[in-house]
């Protein structure tokens, strides 16, 4: 259908087998007898590339000529997932491919699974990041995603008794068939050291930098190709290689060996990814990544992709940083001391081009996941940053006391730099002030961004503040992972919903057509099917049959509440087991589960020690009779995402209200023909908004109800003491059923609930169970269930990552497409 290079001869059968043999023998060096699976795929992968590369350069080119805004996405993650897949649809290739391998009697599907998915993000804001590059490329508009080539991703998670191990994700380790590596044009990034004052020619005081130590950064090309379109975007992932300035001092001492031993060192920046998503560590080598990208992305734009002799007065004509959270945020800093340092720019004008350069986004609202690093340390890695970070934060207090005269106390609230509990940097305060535009994810999200997050920075600048709404892509999280819904809903309103998602409104009518109804019902089994033999496949799971597939996939975070999804299931076995509740009553019904826990974070491997261990048993109750089931496979990824957010029927979105910035898996799972069970929280709110209350099942309380609660002073163990049927659940957990007889074995989960429970899953449990019980009414009724899933699809258009693109370029990005 897209057909972009439909007129090149090599688009054809013959054209790829020639392609195929080529990369076998001349990159692989095995011919087709001898060929591995894994050659089959390197080989595949590459010659797929072949058919982007043309457009790739075509692209700069078009770009260079141009001369118009370039998006610079700064972000320390990328959740990429599986690239062939991608590949092959934005080529139009997957026919081709697929009828060229197996000719060679080589089974596309098989060659597929050979890819191991470059995992470089924790969880939402990564594929976020993932998602906005696919939908720029599409959308024909210059961006560069700049980011960390980690050679360790997100771990690969396994359990051992029921608990959480961690190996190291070693994504390189077969080499990856889509990046390009130029040392020729590694960057020098510097650290440390001292700063000394100057005076020039003109007789002006300036300031350098005079560095300790420093590290080379090598650029990693990856096509970002758009679809139905001759763009292909570039993915800039920054490796660290030693430099080879041996420590002279060691080396003329003649210990050469310690000389090259002491700064290989410096390769570990790009070593790993850090795999907290929520509470920052402060690490130091965090701090170093994050500087290690930015240095890298800013120099390699202003030298390499800008034209010699560009006036830099006018840089934010061709450039825009968005800030992905305040990961990157010391790329402020950074650019002022090019500017000023480098290219001799005076302190005003250096900050007027500074803060044209930049917007942020925000992606959460928990206070401990609002990055905040000492001065000690920040003075000590980048001492020239230190100090203008200073020189930023004393002229923005001076703006504050001319503003609000007399308030001090808003002065010490809205400093950059605080004194508590040690004298530190507040990213996201250098953020708001440098920002051309603050932005939430979604609109609760926003607003309370703008109330409680920030509302000293939104009392100053109003007009900074804005709303994006997050988004995903339509390309791979429905026309790649749901080809039978893809074809169903094509055959009736034709393919423009893949660039146009907002076509899915041609779908309401069919909701009330029984035909296509029972069509739609098919997909959705096909698709169950296909996870079924995936989870048999891939984790020894055997999914049962005909059940309801309840599913929560997301980082384990206690605001997400895993807990009180775990209580549901354990409230429906409790009421079997004491005879409350008929076991034919039960719906059948699966919860898949699929959660990583941060390492560091006991309570949250504890809660995935208990679901399995609930798992475990449940599983095995012949008193259930088989309907009720647990799934919990390990080491939940994009590329399970793709297989199982198909097949769901229910997405569960349960967080505490006012916690969850916006969500993205819950619009997956909408546009894929699940309904939602949901708080008033993020993008939820939006959600339920435009599918209507009868097609999605809110529960318990909205945000205002939360504070209020939590104002008046919260008392989980009341609530238990209280509702019957939460006690009863409680205490099974307790009595040791699900720890061999053991009692006490989850008391680090069951105390934390009963003590403190601090994102109330307890007050909101009666609510989540009544709003269960109106699942499985409405379950009861397949028609009535369809109608709502179809009308899911046909109303959620809007959480196109297009949309949200359109949004930032035209509110905060002031840029466009360049054809
Ligand atoms: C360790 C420091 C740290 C702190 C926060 C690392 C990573 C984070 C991220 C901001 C966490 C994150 O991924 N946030 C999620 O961003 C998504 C995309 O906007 C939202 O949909 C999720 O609601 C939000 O939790």
New binding site residues.
Partial sequence: PIAVIADDPRHSVSGFTTEFIRELHNRQGVSLRDASLHDKFQATASAVRHYMVDEWLETKDKNAAAKQKTVGYLS??YLLGPQLDNALLATDLTEIVEESLAQHGIDLAQVREQEVEPGL????????AACFIDSLATMDVPCIGYGIRYEYGIFRQTFVDGHQVEEADKWLALESPWEFVHPENAVQVNFAGHTETWTDETGRERTRWVPGWGVQGLPYNYLVPGYGTRRVNTLRLWGARANNQFDLKTFNQGDYVEAVRAQTFAENISKVL?P??????GKEL?LQQQYFFVACSLRDFIENELEPGFDLHRLGERIIFQLN???PVIAVPELMRILIDEKGFEWDEAWEVTKSCFAY????L?PE???VWPTELLGRLLPRHMQIINLINVSFMAEVRATFPGDEERALRMSIVTEHPVQSVRMAHLATVAGSKVNG??AL?SQLLRDKVLPDFSALWPEKFTNVT?GVTPRRFVRQSNPGLSALVTSRIGGGWVKHLDQFDGLEPLADDAGFREEFRAVKAANKERLREVLHKRDGIDLPEGHLLDVMVK?LHEYKRQTLKLLHVVSLYEQVLSGKRKVEDLTPRTVVFGAKAAPGYRLAKDIIHLINSVAAVVNRDPRLEGRLGIAFPANYNVTLAEKLIPAADLSEQISLAGM?????GNMKFALNGALTIGTDD??NVEIRGLVGDDNFFLFGMDEPAAAALREQGYRPRSIYESDETLRATIDLIESGIFSGGRGGAFGSVTSALLDEDRFMAFADFASYLEAQEAVEAKYADQEAWTRSAILNVARTGYFSSDRSMRDYLDRIWHAGPVV
């Avoid at 993000?121 to 976020?128: D, E, K, T, V």
């Avoid at 907290?276 to 560590?281: I, N, R």
């Avoid at 986004?361 to 959460?364: K, R, S």
């Avoid at 969850?660 to 993205?664: F, H, K, P, Y």
């Fill in positions: 320390a993650e993000g924790n969880g939402g804001l990564g594929r976020l850090y907290e998503d929520s509470t920052p560590q965090r959270d305040t990961h986004t925000c992606h959460t928990l996941a609002l990055e994810v979604a999200h997050n980082r969850e910035a916006s969500g993205t993020g993008a």
